[in-house]
């Protein structure tokens, strides 16, 4: 298992793979492991991302148009675990699995060295059959735990999940903003109460103050819609610019730390 924090707060870091391309995905994966991240989602591409936000949801269009496939962000893992013993996830929604075969995913995912999977839009109750193929093959489920989860759901995720626990700081969709919520602090209390696992707080994180307040009581930041953009408006130089703005994050952070 390679999903493992070496400092805190951690750092999950979110590409949308096949924008502008996937050699270009492969090279901002390794650009942010070497500015610290910790693990990548390799975000796979789909037509109707209904939790994303409008970065996301252009880059998603823009990879489909590139050709992008669950199979290509398979290929695209195998080639960065080649390079890198970082945490790999496939962040996925559950239709492209599903057209892909589930056992097939499974088995392709772990013979690629993806270490788990994420699926945005597949509840923990509903996912025996899922749970027992990520089983099979030796795959982390990672759960998404919301504000608005009642003790019963994130007692579930806790019991299911493997690797982290991914808590969304707020409702409503993926994208940068200006503060976190009250709810992210407030929801990793919660979870507390049920897992010793890491915990993962996203849905907004893009500052180097977002990224420092996360560390204060959660065990990482996942940095998503902030990492789309920064490639979205950098063509040419997404992986130097990923790698920059990923430090401008930590380097904040360790120095608040110090700083205490």
Known sequence: MAIRFKKRPGLVAYITCGDPDLDTSREVALAAIGAGADVIELGVPFSDPV????????????ALQHGATLEGVLGAAKRIRE???AGLIIFSYLNPIL???LDRFCAAAATAGVD????????????????????????????????????????????HS?????????TGITGARQELTSDA???????????????AVGFGVSTPEQFAEVGSFADAAVVGSAIVQCVEQNRGREAAAVAEFLRSLTGAANHAKVGQ
């Open 51 to 62: 939790a994303d936000g409008p970065v996301i949801q252009r880059a998603s269009e823009r």
């Open 83 to 85: 390079q890198s013993e």
């Open 99 to 101: 057209q892909y075969g």
């Open 116 to 159: 788990g999977a994420l699926v945005t839009d597949l509840p923990v109750e509903e996912a025996g059959d899922y749970l027992q193929a990520m089983k099979i093959h030796q795959l982390a489920p990672v759960f998404l735990a919301a504000p608005t989860s009642t003790d019963e759901r994130l007692r579930a995720i806790a019991k």
């Open 162 to 170: 493997r690797g982290f626990v991914y808590a969304i700081s707020r």
């Open 185 to 199: 602090r407030t929801l990793v209390e919660r979870l507390r109460g049920f897992t010793k696992l890491p915990i």
